[in-house]
């Protein structure tokens, strides 16, 4: 229990003595993200934008943007002492700067913000973020766009998050991705970028490890953020696409405590990755009883039963989508009826996105001599088994040969009455 | 093979008449614990595999059309499958306990590969590779090979242990257990190095997959080579495992 708040903000924590009881914690905690919050306040508006504005300007009410806060206050493992400082923090989000670059990817985590059916909290905190550079959204492009990155990268330099989207291509270079009118490979963007960011955040799969690009037999090499950049304060925020939530969430954590929050051995984020998506799911008790979804569509998939056999990896899942969901609340894969592909996991699309149980699965991988990597295991066992069996079979008609013509050999020695005990060497053919 | 017991028996099949009595000697092989353990650890690993590929690829769904059948029938598989893994890992670690601070059950110098040990295991091994036809082994000491094949099943065993472990504690949510957060933390730090050796969360189940089969398959030659044992060598070697003797026949009329 103790380790939620605790070690999640242990740096914002600092030199504080050991709090004895949660309270004390949370007050200390509390104590020390207001002192963190008048720094951050202190600093100039960047974006222009203020939230409160924005927040009326949609028609979305006060109510609910503390609906939102409250969500977010218990997303992030904070006591819910801690509200007032987590809405205080969301407005405070202008004063960050982000540089969002975009290699090998299909813009989804982008896309994930920006195309809800109404606007939601994330989308116009998004705006209020001041996003000094993204390809995607900006208004320039081609030189001046160019130029542009350059300027916040000097600007800001050593103060900006440096948000990275899509898979690094290594192969030729890194030839296979180059970025405007220079020519740059992404690789270097993300090397020069990274050189300057305060923090730098993975967004999404393709970021986590190389994603769909660097599904089996990734032609253009390519790799996660992870293996490029070292030496800098790097999350990944997996998933495809990352949860607006739990990005949003993370930057928030930054402006409360300035610094990154505690990770997973995979660099995830454990306030949103701590859990199995199937500890959480809705459809957890169909699973415990033994009631699965056989057929797309049959009574089980009509009464919301789980969707284990039909190849659902929430058991193997870290993600927080169970509780979160995407879209404001509104629903997530398992909630519609198909299984979890385990997005945020590292190779997914190679070793779980499928739509049966893991043994019954016939994903090709190179060097297996074309046999399905989940499904060989089964197939493996069963073979050994008869190769078991078949060498016992064997075994045993040697061994009654053998002993038939010993027994033929040796009829008529008789080894009894000899005293001698050290002989044991034809036992073989007695009786 | 300090003590060992003498019994003097009817000597059988060998002619009836005079003087030529063929003596059996019960000579004790298993103690009441080491057989107590070996069967449960038989009936655990039978357990584990058949609740194992329920887990993995649930075949049998107790009532399909019910909408609430109050079955659980997937979380007591799950259940049994832990506490028949969790009797395995604890007798294991009594297994490895009298392995090297007994000296009634089992000793762990055994196993040494001295010159001695390993001539023996070579003997053994050829005994059973020409079918009998080459002994130059004393049937009535332990038999090396089988040290050997135990051996390798404790091996195996312990793969699956960690694994299993593994897949165990990757549930646990912010280390957060019933008994206190010691446990998942001690369970993952004995036990997250598998991720990176077997390749994370799916490597380790598939892992434990594979070694399911392989336990399955050691434990079938392993009953093969016991009865092969009691037929080529006629000492009653497969009730060692219900009695703790087994039954040597000696020629001769004296016994030392
Ligand atoms: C003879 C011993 C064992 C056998 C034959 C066995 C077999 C299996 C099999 C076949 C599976 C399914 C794997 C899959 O889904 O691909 C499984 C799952 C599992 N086993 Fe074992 N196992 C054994 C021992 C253990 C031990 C010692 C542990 C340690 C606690 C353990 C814990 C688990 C866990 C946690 C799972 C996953 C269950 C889930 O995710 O719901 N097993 N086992
Ligand atoms: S639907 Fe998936 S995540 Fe939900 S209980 Fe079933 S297996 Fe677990």
């Known amino acids: ?431 | 093979m300090s003590k060992k017991e003498l019994e003097l028996r009817p000597g059988e099949g060998s002619g009836a008449g005079e003087a030529p009595v063929v003596q059996v000697i019960r000579v004790p092989r298993m103690t009441a614990t080491w057989r107590a353990i070996h069967w449960i650890q038989a009936l655990a690993v039978v357990v584990c595999f058949a609740t194992g590929l329920y887990i993995a690829n649930p075949f049998y769904s107790p009532n399909p059309t019910a909408i609430d059948a109050n079955t659980y029938f997937m979380a007591w598989n799950r259940a049994i499958h832990f506490y028949g893994a969790l009797i395995l890992d604890v007798s294991m670690f009594l297994i490895a306990y009298l392995y090297v601070f007994s000296t009634k059950h089992k000793d762990i110098t055994d196993l040494r590969p001295s010159p001695e040990n390993l001539t023996q295991f070579k003997e053994a091994l050829l005994n059973f590779v020409t079918f009998n036809r080459r002994k130059r082994l004393d049937t009535s000491k332990r038999d090396p090979f089988l040290a050997v094949l135990f051996l390798l099943f404790h091996v195996i065993m312990l793969t699956q242990l960690l694994t299993g472990f593994q897949l165990y504690v990757a549930a646990f949510s912010a280390n957060i257990s019933t008994v206190g957060s010691w446990w998942p933390r001690l369970l993952h730090f004995v036990t997250d190095w598998t991720l990176t050796v077997f390749g994370g969360n799916v490597g380790v189940r598939e892992t434990h997959l594979v070694t399911a089969w392989i336990i399955i398959a050691w434990a079938v030659f392993h009953i093969y080579y016991e009865i092969w044992r009691s037929i080529m060598w006629k000492e009653g070697d497969i009730v060692i495992s219900f009695g703790g003797y087994k039954y040597v026949k000696r020629a001769g009329t004296k016994h030392d």
């Open chain 1, 1 to 431: 229990m103790e380790y939620d708040r605790r070690s999640l903000f242990a740096r914002a924590l600092g030199q504080t003595k050991q709090p004895r009881t949660s309270e004390d914690e949370a007050l200390a905690l509390q104590r020390a993200c207001e002192a963190r919050l008048r720094e951050v306040e202190a600093m100039e508006p960047l974006s222009g934008l203020e939230l409160a504005p924005l927040l009326a300007e949609h028609k979305l009410s006060r109510r609910a943007f503390l609906a939102w806060t409250s969500a977010m206050t218990a997303a992030l493992m904070l006591p819910p002492l801690l509200r007032p400082q987590v809405a205080k923090a969301a407005e405070l989000l202008n004063r960050v700067p982000v540089i969002w670059i975009e290699g090998q990817d299909c813009a989804g985590n982008s896309e994930a913000f920006i195309r809800s059916s109404g606007p939601t909290v994330e989308e116009l905190l998004f705006q209020t973020i001041s996003l000094e550079f993204h390809e995607t959204l900006m208004a320039a492009a081609g030189i001046q766009a160019e130029q542009r990155k350059q300027q916040a990268a000097q600007m800001y330099k050593g103060s900006y998050v440096l948000v990275i989207e899509g898979g690094i291509p290594l192969g030729e270079n890194g030839g296979y991705c180059t970025i405007g009118a220079s020519g740059q490979t992404f690789v270097d963007e993300v090397r020069e970028l990274s050189g300057g960011a305060a923090l730098v955040l993975a967004a999404g799969a393709c970021a986590f490890y190389g994603g769909i690009p660097a599904s089996n037999p990734n032609p253009t090499d390519a790799v996660g953020v992870s293996s490029v950049v070292s030496g800098k304060p790097l999350i990944n925020i997996p998933a495809c696409p990352m949860n607006p939530v739990n990005f949003v969430g993370t930057l928030i954590h930054y402006i409360l405590t300035g610094a990154a929050p505690a990770l997973d051995s995979l660099g995830r984020p454990i306030w949103a990755f701590g859990n199995l998506i199937h500890n959480n799911c809705e459809r957890r008790a169909h699973f415990d009883a033994g009631e699965y979804v056989e057929h797309w569509g049959d009574v089980g998939a009509q009464n919301n039963f789980c969707l284990y056999k039909m190849g659902c990896k929430g058991p193997f899942t870290y993600n927080n989508c169970s509780i979160v969901r995407y879209n404001e609340g509104t629903n997530w894969p398992i909630g519609v009826g198909h299984g979890c592909i385990g997005c945020s996991q590292p190779q997914f699309w190679d070793t779980l996105a499928y739509e049966r149980p893991m043994t019954n699965a016939s994903i090709h991988a190179p060097g297996l001599a074309g046999w399905g990597v989940e499904s060989s295991a089964d197939k493996f066992g069963l073979g050994l088994l008869a190769v078991v069996g078949v060498g016992i079979v064997a075994h045993a008609i040697a061994s009654a040969a053998a002993g038939h013509r010993e027994r033929q050999t040796e009829q008529p020695k008789a080894e009894v009455g000899t005293g001698s005990t050290e002989d044991h060497q034809s036992t073989g053919g007695e009786e």
